[in-house]
T-cell receptor
Framework: QKEVEQNSGPLSVPEGAIASLNCTYSDRGSQSFFWYRQYSGKSPELIMSIYSNGDKEDGRFTAQLNKASQYVSLLIRDSQPSDSATYLCAVRGNTPLVFGKGTRLSVIA | EAGVTQFPSHSVIEKGQTVTLRCDPISGHDNLYWYRRVMGKEIKFLLHFVKESKQDESGMPNNRFLAERTGGTYSTLKVQPAELEDSGVYFC???????????FGQGTRLTVV
């Protein structure tokens, strides 16, 4: 069974710090990797996608992918209280999106 | 441009009743997905439509769940008869092509009592 593992948290960081969220996946055939942000009671919102090894930066967000280690991470620089949410890692190979359980991030003002 | 919309946002029904959830994908998106999140668990795939055809329904829990996408536009997911374990949030997502980002609707929170 294909799995996506995330630390459920909560991960607490002070405002202005870097938040680091990690995700591992079991299917070596995975090709597409996504990070979604979900506020309580809301739907998942896509914030980053990454398809090849290395780093991809978008504003305060950086996604990192290492296919050899089957590892994908999300860095949030200059964390803000508004970044407090659950972050879902999702992976796709030849199957539909498989989600991790999510990591709850709390940014303390 | 309108996003993925789902109706209703909440539904409370008794065990044994029938409920139909609706999803309107983003216009022009051929791919439509249904997912479900049960309390404390991860979001799990239910099925995938490409236009009006079921591409993958491996995640459907049992034959009490029936999904349709007539004409390749909106989709419905019917649960008949509903059981207590069907409670959860049902998400619909759409994407223009397979492999690209999927955009989610706001979800339908189903509570079976």
């Amino acid at each position: 069974q294909k799995e996506v593992e995330q630390n459920s948290g909560p991960l607490s960081v002070p405002e202005g710090a870097i938040a680091s969220l990690n995700c591992t996946y079991s299917d070596r055939g995975s090709q597409s990797f996504f990070w979604y942000r979900q506020y309580s009671g809301k739907s998942p919102e896509l914030i980053m996608s990454i398809y090849s090894n290395g780093d991809k930066e978008d504003g305060r967000f950086t996604a990192q992918l290492n296919k050899a280690s089957q590892y994908v991470s999300l860095l949030i620089r200059d964390s803000q209280p508004s970044d407090s949410a659950t972050y879902l890692c999702a992976v796709r190979g030849n199957t539909p999106l498989v989600f991790g359980k999510g990591t709850r991030l709390s940014v303390i003002a | 441009e309108a996003g993925v919309t789902q109706f209703p946002s909440h539904s409370v029904i008794e065990k044994g009743q029938t409920v139909t959830l609706r999803c309107d994908p983003i216009s022009g998106h051929d791919n439509l997905y249904w997912y479900r999140r049960v309390m404390g668990k991860e979001i799990k795939f239910l099925l995938h439509f490409v236009k009006e055809s079921k591409q993958d329904e491996s995640g459907m829990p049992n034959n009490r769940f029936l999904a349709e996408r007539t004409g390749g536009t909106y989709s419905t997911l019917k649960v008949q008869p509903a059981e207590l374990e069907d409670s959860g949030v049902y998400f619909c997502a759409s994407s223009p092509t397979r492999g690209t980002e999927a955009f989610f609707g706001q979800g339908t929170r189903l509570t079976v009592v």
